[in-house]
C-alpha cells in the first residue's frame, strides 16, 4: 500500500458521502487516476475559473460531421491534452469503437500508469448530436381533438 502513495488520494467523483462517516468518499492509487482522466474528458476548458487551463475541447465536436480527418484531429488532441495535464500517465493511446453508431462514438482510452507499470483502460461515449435519442421518443406530430364550446 504504501509503495502507491505517490498516485495520491482525492474526492470521488460525482463527489458522494459516506453515509456511516458523513464524510465525503476518496479514491486512492490507480482509481484515482482513472477519475482524474474522466474529470479531464468531462470539464470545458475555461470551466474552472482557477484552473482554465483544466480539461478539455471535446465540447467543440458536438454536431460537428465526423470526418476521419476530423476524428484523428479530435483524438490528438485528447491525448496532449490528458498527457499535458495527468503526469501519472505513459504511452496513452485512444482508439474508437468501429461498432460506435446513431450520433456517438465510443472511446476506448488505454493507458500505463507511469510509477506502477499498471495497465488500465476507460470506455468513454462522446455523443455527438445529444438530441437523437429525445427525437426518437417523441411522436412526430401531435394531434390535437377540438375542444367543445360552451355556451353562457
Do not use: C, W
Not at 474526492?11 to 482524474?36: C, D, H, L, W, Y
Not at 485512444?94 to 472511446?107: Q, V
Not at 448530436?129 to 401531435?142: A, C, G, K, Q, V
Amino acid at each position: 500500500m504504501a509503495a502507491k502513495e505517490f498516485l495520491g488520494q482525492g474526492m470521488k467523483f460525482p463527489p458522494q458521502i459516506n453515509k456511516a462517516t458523513g464524510r465525503f468518499v476518496t479514491v486512492s492509487e490507480e482509481q484515482s487516476v482513472k477519475e482524474s482522466v474522466y474529470l479531464i474528458l468531462m470539464t470545458s476548458i475555461g470551466e474552472r475559473p482557477l484552473r482554465e487551463d483544466f480539461g478539455s475541447n471535446l465540447v467543440s465536436y458536438t454536431f460537428m460531421d465526423m470526418s476521419l480527418t476530423r476524428l484523428n484531429i479530435l483524438i490528438r488532441t485528447l491525448k496532449e491534452e490528458i498527457l499535458n495535464q495527468e503526469p501519472r500517465i505513459s504511452e496513452l493511446d485512444i482508439k474508437p469503437d468501429p461498432e460506435s453508431g446513431d450520433g456517438r462514438i465510443i472511446f476506448n482510452i488505454e493507458y500505463t500508469v507511469t510509477n506502477s507499470n499498471t495497465r488500465d483502460n476507460i470506455v468513454f461515449p462522446f455523443y455527438l448530436n445529444r438530441d437523437t435519442e429525445m427525437r426518437e421518443e417523441e411522436p412526430e406530430h401531435y394531434e390535437y381533438e377540438p375542444v367543445e364550446e360552451i355556451e353562457y
